[in-house]
């Protein structure tokens, strides 16, 4: 099976704009989960959506949204960006099952200048 | 989910056994301990897990002592391409994960 894909792999902005960021779950996987990488904070839970809902959601800001379409594709966007959400976004699929291993993407980083 | 601690670091010598500890004092019965790794700005990579009994795949093997209070990941001839940031992460099916600060492992030639 193909692993997950994140598009685009690296994005600059400048701050006060919004981004879109993609992800293609492993092929059978209901469950999308995103992160934040920063060297400051490390690895930190954004949110996670299942067949369409968010159901976990991490302590962030309401700027950081997400959705799931019904092909279980994933996206998130962050609006009015600041420096601070300078990082590597990383998206993770899991079929949501008994052992619900989580499989991550290689990342999307972004620059917010 | 309960807390887990591991060491920030740790060296190993290439070819040897990397023994990689995590303390998870406080786990709970329904809680699996799950060990991750990063190389350098790249997506975690999934090794192990394991609820009570000691697990083995193609990559690690997986001890967890038999009050469940604590585990051990064993890479058993580390390689060069094994330098990486280990997570250990104890969680309920079901939740999401908490990555911590992990172990820096390097292997040293």
């Known amino acids: 099976k193909a692993g997950v894909t994140q598009t685009p792999r690296y994005l600059i902005k400048t701050r006060g704009q919004q981004v879109t960021l993609s992800c293609s779950p492993i092929?059978?996987?209901?469950?999308v989960s995103w992160y934040q990488q920063t060297p400051g904070q490390g690895l930190q839970f954004l949110f996670e959506?299942?067949?369409?809902?968010?159901?976990n959601k991490g302590n962030f800001p309401g700027r950081f949204s997400g959705r799931q379409f019904s092909n279980s594709r994933s996206e998130m966007n962050v609006s009015t960006l600041e420096l601070g959400d300078s990082a590597l976004y990383l998206c993770?699929?899991?079929?949501?099952?008994?052992?619900?291993?989580?499989?991550f993407g290689p990342g999307t980083r972004l620059t917010v200048l | 989910d309960a807390k887990t601690t591991q060491p920030p670091s740790m060296d190993c010598a290439e070819g040897r056994a990397a023994n990689l500890p995590c303390n998870h004092s406080?786990?709970?019965?329904?809680?699996?301990v799950y060990w991750y790794r990063q190389i350098h700005s790249q997506g975690p990579q999934y090794i192990i897990h394991?609820?009570?009994n000691n697990e083995t795949n193609e990559m690690a093997s997986l001890i967890i002592t038999e009050d469940r209070k604590s585990s051990t990941l064993i890479l058993p001839h580390a390689t060069l391409r094994d330098t990486a940031v280990y997570y250990c992460?104890?969680?309920?099916?079901?939740?999401?994960?908490?990555f911590g600060t992990g172990t820096s492992l390097t292997v040293i030639p």
């Open positions: 406080t786990i709970s019965g329904n809680e699996y």
């Open positions: 092929s059978g996987h209901r469950s």
């Open positions: 992460i104890v969680r309920v099916i079901g939740n999401q994960f908490y």
């Open positions: 959506y299942f067949s369409e809902t968010q159901r």
């Open positions: 993770a699929s899991s079929e949501r099952g008994d052992t619900d291993t989580q499989y």
């Open positions: 394991g609820l009570k």
